[in-house]
């Protein structure tokens, strides 16, 4: 069954502290993508990528790195954590093409807090 | 760039009765298309319903939406909602404005809890 994976599913972080998120999907697409959600805010997107070796900055990039090492994972840094950085953190899988083309399948999430 | 504006945070209806969640949304391009998404509690969003033709209704799972361009919104509407129901739903938008890449612009969310 096709799906897409995150782990780890929960993480407590110290401020300061390092955090790699991570990403695996078998649907055989080549676009991904890191959101994090907050009440309020809805999805936000923190970067994508359109395949293996590719990554660009969405909308709130600033304090996250992604890396995508190959078509199937796609993961999330963040070198110094911070507080503010407490969320949940999604990652979504899509196919390239036009816009009707642009649903997205999304994982089970990621609870970070960092302390 | 695109936007997309659900103007209610949470929804209270009680079971049995209809309940529309509103979606508008701004953007400079023509070509469009809309995905209603829904997460239950501690689940991923999952995709409920699409459309990119105007005035065409959507259905899917009881609930249906109508893509207006001309009054840009894509409002989710159901007859008679289900405690099951009970979610966040959000809206969504792809457009050229996103060079083709796919990306979504999402809406705040809104939560509708049913009620017995």
Known sequence: EAAVTQSPRNKVAVTGGKVTLSCNQTNNHNNMYWYRQDTGHGLRLIHYSYGAGSTEKGDIPDGYKASRPSQE????ILELATPSQTSVYF??????????????????GTRLTVL | GDSVTQTEGLVTVTEGLPVMLNCTYQTAYSDVA????VQYLN?????????????????HQGFHATLHKSSSSFHLQKSSVQLSDSALY??????MATGGNNKLTFGQGTVLSVIP
Do not use: H, M, V
């Open chain 2, 90 to 95: 959000y809206c969504a938008l792809s457009s």
């Open chain 1, 73 to 76: 994972n796609f993961s999330l």
């Open chain 2, 34 to 37: 809309f995905f209603w998404y």
């Open chain 2, 43 to 59: 689940e991923a969003p999952k995709l409920l319903l699409r459309s990119s033709t105007d005035n065409k209704r959507t259905e």
């Open chain 1, 91 to 108: 990652c979504a899988s899509g196919d390239a093409g036009g816009i009707n083309y642009a649903e997205q399948f999304f994982g089970p």
